[in-house]
């Protein structure tokens, strides 16, 4: 009697294994984004494909450089890195292999996007990346309680005392650099100049200290700040601040004045990546017109397709028609490519305004 | 035969310890030494020096922070005891048997919740708009929102109740090997409460609140989701340092450094703390 069951249980597992064997699986493992993979888009692609699965690994610039780093570029067959991230890494910790442009539908991307992208990722002649959604950071504020909140410096202006917010990461210092009327990504070229400029946004940063509430970490912890009113402005992600549009249409993303800092986020294979067939299968599935909406309406930004902004979905499209005119339109400010060594001295500066005691 | 299977049976017992301090212990900490004595001079080249420990030196928001970080610690321990010794007495000595699994129980419910999810309890109560401000406001206590959280206090409150189990644990049972005619004994030649508490019942406990207190120290100085999340903007902690010198900065050599060095400084804080009370490590193990 146990013999039999014994005998049953082996052939069973043999059965299983056979058939996963038969069907010739491919996993594909994303690393990416919280929202870059909804679950409609990863159940569409795998009716489409039935022979890939999808894995997905939520992350972010620094955790995927991080992650990558720690394998070589080992465990995971698609990276989602924004466009300023890739150089510096590659070149740094040789995480990512060169993209087959010919695998992909580069027809239906954006030339702006696709162009400012391949800039900024070719080495040694080959290229690194190619475009996915792209996004702003700037400012949001709630216009019944700040209406003419507009700069970068307002977040300091003392008739906002204890009601602003920022994140104490590198694009706050960016931000302030270029509304002291520098020009940070000019001054990344010669160091001892970018330096200069780091002390003084330090110092401008110090002295806000005392207006700022809290520095928010995550973007549930910042829209807890908004809506509860505990904040009236802030600086944000503009998928944030679409977000919290929908359930306050008050709160309005604010383009700086000095133009709204762009993010492109990228395709970028690492370098031991084992599927690259449905890496590339993919991005083509992503990239097409009506899964493009889906991956808006998820993710808030906007993909670097053709005609991206109409392919939004309704509520976001008037959550950033309510945000940009074509003026802020025409002034964004692209992130420029990070050179070695600058992520140390960002580093230390937000160090510095961390430890700084006051406020 | 016999002499063979007894040392076989032998080595088998003893590998998954072996296995588990070499690979998990032994290994992960000689690779963060090694890595933390590599520094960067250029993309992709390396070379071996102190550059890393003398950075943190040279610069003082680094050992500030860890001080910093050391004596909140500190303050979160002393904490614990004073609250944590009072429970732990009532457990082992005052409550009945029955009565004191239920109350082991309710002090081991909000560990079944991730740290994560007790912090963010703390914050719906501490803000501004949260529970607590709220709460007074409607008494007519407050005429005004009140903002408790994004301070060193709202840390401090979110590691003690963090810890504090991990204090009461080793107290209630040491305390609970204590038999009650030595306390009786004490009250009948004469002693006072707090004679008794400073002679008989301290002295005894001593091996549960050193190792109470090593727990809880370690723990409070390691901890990261707890100071970040509740911390306000000065509010800098030192394992915080450690994420941004790996995460943000990509600069892992200097992050297993800052990792040696709060590992060194903690395992001093902690020999120091068994010298002052006359404890040794074995002493704390085996008594608790």
Redesign the interface.
């Known amino acids: 009697m146990k013999y039999k069951a014994t005998m049953i249980s082996v052939v069973a597992v043999l059965v299983f294994s056979v058939a996963s064997i038969a069907q010739a699986e491919t996993t594909l493992r994303l690393l990416t984004w919280g929202s870059y993979a909804p679950d409609e888009l990863i159940q569409k692609f795998e009716a489409e494909y039935p022979d890939i699965t999808v894995e997905v690994t939520f992350s972010n610039n ?2 995927m ?2 992650k990558l ?1 720690a394998t070589g570029g080992a465990g995971f067959d698609l990276a989602q890195p924004s466009h300023d991230r890739v150089h510096a ?1 590659q ?4 995480i990512y292999k060169p993209m087959d442009l010919s695998q992909i539908d580069t027809s239906v991307m954006s030339e702006v996007h696709l162009e400012g992208v391949k800039a900024n990722t070719t080495i040694d002649g080959e290229v690194y990346s190619v475009p996915h959604q792209w996004g702003t950071s700037g400012l949001m504020a709630d216009k019944s309680k700040a209406p003419d909140f507009k700069h970068w410096s307002d977040l300091c202006d003392p008739m906002y005392k204890g009601k602003t917010s920022m994140r104490l ?1 590198r694009t706050i210092l960016l931000g302030t650099a270029f509304s002291m009327g520098y020009d940070p990504f000019a001054a990344y070229a010669d160091l001892d100049e970018y330096q200069k400029i780091l002390d003084e946004v330090v110092e401008v940063l110090i002295a806000c ?1 005392e207006n ?4 928010w ?1 995550g973007g549930d912890d910042l829209a ?1 700040l908004m809506l ?3 904040i009236v402005a802030s600086e944000t992600w503009d998928s944030t601040a679409y977000r919290i549009y929908g359930e306050n249409p008050n709160i309005v993303f604010v383009p700086p004045s000095t133009g709204a800092l762009t993010w492109i986020d990228t395709f970028t294979l690492p370098r031991k990546g084992k599927a690259d067939d449905a890496a590339y299968k993919w991005i083509n599935f992503v990239l097409r017109a009506e899964n493009v909406t889906i991956m808006s309406g998820s993710s808030g930004a906007i993909a670097a397709v053709n005609g991206g902004q109409d392919l939004l979905p309704p509520d976001k499209k008037a959550a950033v028609n309510a945000a940009f005119t074509p003026e802020d339109i025409a002034n964004l400010k692209f992130f420029a490519n990070i050179p ?1 060594g600058i ?2 001295m960002e ?1 230390k500066a ?3 305004i ?6 | 035969m016999q002499k063979d299977i007894k040392r076989l049976s032998l080595i088998l017992l003893f590998a998954p310890f072996a296995l588990w301090i070499t690979l998990l212990i032994l290994l992960p900490h000689i690779g963060m030494v090694v890595l933390s004595l590599r520094e960067k001079v250029a993309p992709r080249v390396y070379e071996y020096g102190f550059a890393n420990y003398i950075e943190f030196f040279n610069e003082p928001i680094y050992w500030n922070t860890l001080i910093r970080t050391g004596s909140m610690s500190l303050l979160v321990t002393v904490l614990a005891l004073i609250i944590g010794f009072p429970i732990a007495y009532y457990i082992a000595k005052i409550a009945g048997p029955r009565l004191r699994g239920a109350l082991f129980l309710l002090c081991l419910i909000p560990l079944w919740v991730s740290d994560l999810i007790r912090a963010f309890g703390w914050i719906l109560l501490l803000r501004e708009t949260g529970v607590i401000s709220s709460f007074l406001q409607w008494l007519g206590i407050l005429s005004g929102p009140i903002e408790m959280l994004y301070n060193d206090v709202a840390v401090i409150i979110g590691l003690v109740y963090t810890v504090i189990l991990f204090m009461i644990v080793p107290l209630a049972s040491t305390l609970d090997g204590m038999d009650n005619s030595m306390i009786e004994a004490g009250y009948n030649l004469g002693g006072r409460g707090i004679t008794v508490l400073r002679r008989i019942i301290i002295p005894y406990a001593m091996p549960g609140i050193a190792s109470g207190c090593i727990i809880v120290f370690m723990l409070t100085a390691g901890s990261y989701l707890t100071p970040i999340l509740l911390g306000g903007k000065n509010s800098s902690w030192f394992t915080e340092q450690i994420y941004d010198q790996f995460i943000t900065r990509y600069n892992w050599e200097s992050g297993a450094a800052f990792g040696m060095l709060l590992l060194a400084f903690t395992s001093i804080v902690v020999w120091l703390g068994l010298k002052l009370t006359g404890q040794t490590l074995a002493n704390t193990v085996t008594k608790t």
């Open positions: 620094e955790e450089i991080a780093r890494a070149l740094e910790y040789d990461k200290k700022v509430k809290a520095y970490k807890a509860s009113g505990e070695p992520e140390d580093g937000l160090e510095k961390k430890a700084a005691t006051g406020g």
